[in-house]
């Protein structure tokens, strides 16, 4: 079973973390310690954008990673993780992808 995750904290959360790793040339990815430029661009030539990924699938109460030149320890966050990484790791879920909520959204928690 899916917990719904698109509540709570998680859209403001979110918004921060990704404006964190924008305003950070050397932010790394959680998934795979890479910097935004190291990501390769993906087949339809768009570059990769940061995104905020659970580095547990899915939990509400991950804690924003805000440490972004560094991967976060163990344990439950949500931390930039680059587009095409998110993507890949995320084909499986069935919900469209909402990594640019509304602005309602931001505000409504
Ligand atoms: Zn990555």
Not at 16 to 44: D, F, I, M, Y
Not at 90 to 107: D, K, M, V
Request: proline fraction near 9%; charged fraction near 20%.
């Amino acid at each position: 079973m899916k917990p719904a995750h698109h509540q709570g904290r998680f859209d403001g959360d979110a918004r921060r973390v990704r404006q964190t790793a924008n305003s950070t040339p050397l932010a790394v990815c959680w998934r795979c310690g890479r910097t935004l430029r190291e990501h390769p661009a993906a087949k339809s030539g768009k570059p990769q954008v940061w995104t905020a990924g659970h580095t547990v699938d899915g939990d509400p109460n991950a804690r924003p990673w805000l440490n972004v030149t560094r991967q976060p320890p163990a344990g439950s966050w949500l931390a930039p993780e680059a587009s095409g990484c998110n993507f890949a790791a995320g084909a499986r879920r069935t919900n469209a992808w909402r990594g640019n909520p509304h602005s309602q959204q931001w505000f409504s928690t």
